[in-house]
């Protein structure tokens, strides 16, 4: 079973930028399309962006142009650098592999606010 552990949230004003990572255990990490998903009080859980071992990426509408997802297969390792922040993207952020197939971790809270 794959591990994962997000960290990198914090407490940012509004057009101010975070850098989230999540480390995963295991080498199948590499051979995984890999996402970034978020959940705010009071709503479901959303995907924000996948990225494919290939390099293909898909953004939410809400986050294109802002946000943008890398990997580092060498370090296990998927992030999303946030650029533009807004108060609506304030939630607990996670990782997964595509679809959610691993336990979900902790997730690092962001929040956006002045």
């Known amino acids: 079973q794959v591990q994962l552990v997000e960290s990198g949230g914090g407490l940012v004003q509004p057009g101010g930028s975070l850098r989230l990572s999540c480390a995963a255990s295991g080498s199948i990490f590499r051979t995984y399309v890999m996402g970034w998903y978020r959940q705010a009080p009071g709503k479901q859980r959303e995907r924000v962006a996948l990225?494919?071992?290939?390099?293909?990426?898909n953004y939410a509408d809400s986050v294109k142009g802002r946000f943008t997802i890398a990997r580092d297969n060498a370090k296990n390792t998927v992030y999303l650098q946030m650029n533009s922040l807004k108060p609506e993207d304030t939630a607990v952020y996670y990782c997964?592999?595509?679809?959610?197939?691993?336990?979900w971790g902790q997730g690092t809270q962001v929040t956006v606010s002045s």
């Open positions: 990225l494919g071992p290939n390099g293909s990426t």
């Open positions: 997964n592999a595509a679809g959610g197939v691993w336990s």
